[in-house]
């Protein structure tokens, strides 16, 4: 079975829409390539247990960010 995908390149997604997406659990890809997302809307991805791959290029995400999600999400592969 699919997982259901969210494309959101280039819209005005912030790191409060990212809380909002957090209540998607079956979410399995994201992209947010483009958007306002900083660090510390990462945060909120952890809380979808099945995301497996997102999408942060172009993004206000930095390394720091990046590294933090990994801890808390090893599954999830990040292009940026």
Same mark, same amino acid.
């Given at each position: 079975?699919?997982?259901?995908?969210?494309?959101?390149?280039?819209?005005?997604?912030? =790191?409060?829409?990212?809380?909002?997406?957090?209540?998607?659990?079956?979410?399995?890809?994201? =992209?947010?390539?483009?958007?306002?997302?900083? =660090?510390?809307?990462?945060?909120?991805?952890? /809380?979808?247990?099945?995301?497996? /791959?997102? =999408?942060?290029?172009?993004?206000?995400?930095?390394?720091?960010?990046?590294?933090?999600?990994?801890?808390?999400?090893?599954?999830?592969?990040?292009?940026?």
């Amino acid at each position: 079975m699919m997982k259901p995908t969210e494309r959101l390149p280039r819209t005005k997604v912030t =790191d409060q829409g990212l809380k909002l997406l957090s209540s998607l659990p079956t979410l399995g890809y994201l =992209d947010l390539s483009m958007t306002e997302v900083t =660090d510390r809307g990462l945060t909120h991805l952890t /809380n979808i247990r099945v995301l497996h /791959n997102v =999408d942060l290029s172009f993004t206000k995400v930095t390394d720091k960010g990046i590294a933090d999600l990994r801890k808390e999400a090893p599954v999830i592969f990040v292009t940026r």
